[in-house]
């Protein structure tokens, strides 16, 4: 079965949906503090496909507490959110709305992949796979892919300190001991 | 010219020191805001970014101003654009009568509160100008959420107005400042209870505020009014909420808690009015952070069947006892 060629890039995604003009003023100091800044404040979309979703709103919560790093404020509307975290199964009935809702978000703007089944598919990447999308970054461009099944919210976490380094250059926070065993 | 010179430079000053306040409010706030959240949650809130975060709301500003402005295909480009302006210019001419100290009064006018509540008002229209310009049926029905609630509202937060101004004689709030001078028991909260007790609830709901924030009520409405806005234009209406909740601490310390006046005689001041509104301030986020928001019909309810006549029979008590 050719499930992978009925979704693709060139079905949804509007030319120019997600068109960004260079910035009329390019100072190089003025940029990098805006990409400190943003690095620093990546507000998430409120959102949610499956299971990683529970992993999201886990890594929101008190143990993991994604506001330490200025992430917690989840935007509703997709006008004010900075980074999209695709967390879960997109189903072939799914992918236009992931597809306009990032092209309803304004620039600069990212994409988590998170978990197996938004990297590939996951399970579902089998030979009698009718409905699920085999990876969210045939739809949309996707920055950091997060894998597990689910991931902790420690791996959500490590995701985003690898989006700031991205957008920055530099991984601001320590990484954590290898534990041995 | 001369005098018109003189009359221009404090009012300026005045300008330049309420757009300062209130930036510095707005930032300021959002930081308590996340923080006493995370600390209600059981969680540190902002930490990193600073000093135990105290830069995250500058560099969510920066970051806001960097973002890209959208205006929707089919808004009306005008009234879309209008809209947070016209939610933002209003709260910066409210603080001028507003009496922060003995001396620190932008602008004395003798119909200040009057002069506020007219202005005030400016809101609600600005947030069904955003609802109905941005062409989005969440943006409208918030839209129409926020006036039905707005206008709601303001009809018992006149009533206790009034009935401070039937005691008072007088709309000028440095005189009714100073009609409170003395100790604590001068205090208009101790002979007006109920009036101050409806005023705080009202104010919830004047300001859209949890548990009354039903026009950005994200679980319905995505955002509210505020859908299709972003970067600044989003700013500016999240810096008129702080802006208006400011204000409308501030009047109430001032109409029910001795504005600058300290509780025991000899010691007055700016300081009292900041603790008095930053109080009143904490109140309004700690009820937020622990109330779940109502419903549509119950916000109401409340509002025509309780908080109206009891305000109407307070006012009608107050002038029972003042002509007495």
């Known amino acids: 079965m050719a499930a992978q060629d009925s979704v693709g890039h060139k079905e949804f995604l509007t030319a120019g949906g997600h068109h960004m003009d260079p910035p009329i003023v390019n100072v190089k100091l003025a940029q990098d503090i805006l990409d400190v800044c943003r690095s620093m404040s990546l507000w998430p979309m409120t959102f949610g496909l499956a299971c990683c979703a529970i992993e999201m709103m886990a890594t929101g919560m008190a143990r993991f507490d994604m506001a ?52 590939s598919g996951g399970p579902f990447k089998i030979k009698d796979n009718y409905n699920v999308v085999e990876g969210v970054d045939t739809l949309i461009p996707v920055d950091v892919y997060v894998p597990g099944c689910p991931p902790r919210p420690e791996g959500l976490l490590e995701g985003f300190f690898q989006l700031q380094r991205q957008i920055t250059g530099k991984r601001w926070w320590p990484v954590a001991a290898k534990v041995e065993g | 010219m001369n005098e018109f010179i003189q009359n221009l430079i404090p009012l300026v ?136 609630q707005t206008v709601a509202y303001e009809i018992p937060l006149l009533l206790t107005v009034l009935a401070i101004a039937f005691m008072t004689g007088t709309l000028n709030l440095t005189e009714i400042t100073a009609q409170q001078a003395g100790h604590i028991g001068n205090w208009f909260i101790w002979k007006q209870p109920l009036a101050f007790i409806i005023f705080i609830v009202a104010m919830f709901g004047e300001t859209n505020r949890a548990p009354f924030d039903l026009a950005e009520a994200e679980s319905e409405l995505t955002a509210g009014f505020h859908t299709e806005y972003s970067s600044m234009g989003f700013g500016l209406f999240f810096m008129a909420e702080y802006g208006y909740m400011v204000v409308i601490c501030s009047i109430c310390s001032v109409l029910f808690l001795g504005g600058f006046h300290g509780p025991i005689p000899g010691i007055e001041g700016w300081w009292w009015m900041l603790i008095k509104t930053y109080a009143l301030l904490f109140l309004m986020i700690w009820a937020r952070w622990t109330f779940p928001r109502v419903r549509f019909d119950q916000l109401l309810n409340i509002n025509w069947k309780w908080l109206l006549p009891l305000a109407t029979f307070n006012l009608l008590a107050t002038a029972l006892i003042m002509k007495l």
Request: aromatic share 10%.
């Open chain 1, 68 to 119: 330490r790093f200025g992430a917690e404020v989840f935007r509703p509307s997709p006008r004010q959110a900075d980074v999209m975290i695709v967390a879960g199964t997109v189903t072939k009935k799914m992918a236009p709305a992931v597809v306009r809702l990032y092209e309803q978000m304004p620039g600069p703007k990212w994409v988590i992949a998170m978990g197996n089944c938004a990297i």
């Open chain 2, 13 to 148: 000053v005045a300008v330049v020191g309420s757009m300062a306040w209130l930036a510095v409010n707005a930032l300021v706030l959002v930081y308590c805001e996340r923080k006493f959240a995370g600390h209600i949650q059981r969680r540190p809130g902002p930490f990193e970014v600073g000093p135990h975060g105290v830069l995250q709301t500058l560099i969510d500003g920066l970051k806001l101003m960097g973002k890209q402005l959208l205006t929707p295909d089919n808004a009306d480009r005008f009234l879309y654009w209008l809209a947070p302006i016209l939610s933002m210019i209003p709260v910066l001419l409210l603080f001028m009568p507003i009496p922060y100290g003995p001396v620190l009064t932008g602008m004395e006018v003798d119909l200040g509160l009057l002069l506020i509540l007219a202005f005030s008002s400016f809101n609600g229209l600005a947030l069904i100008l955003a609802g109905w310009g941005s062409n989005n049926k969440w943006g409208i029905l918030g839209a129409a959420r926020a006036v039905a």
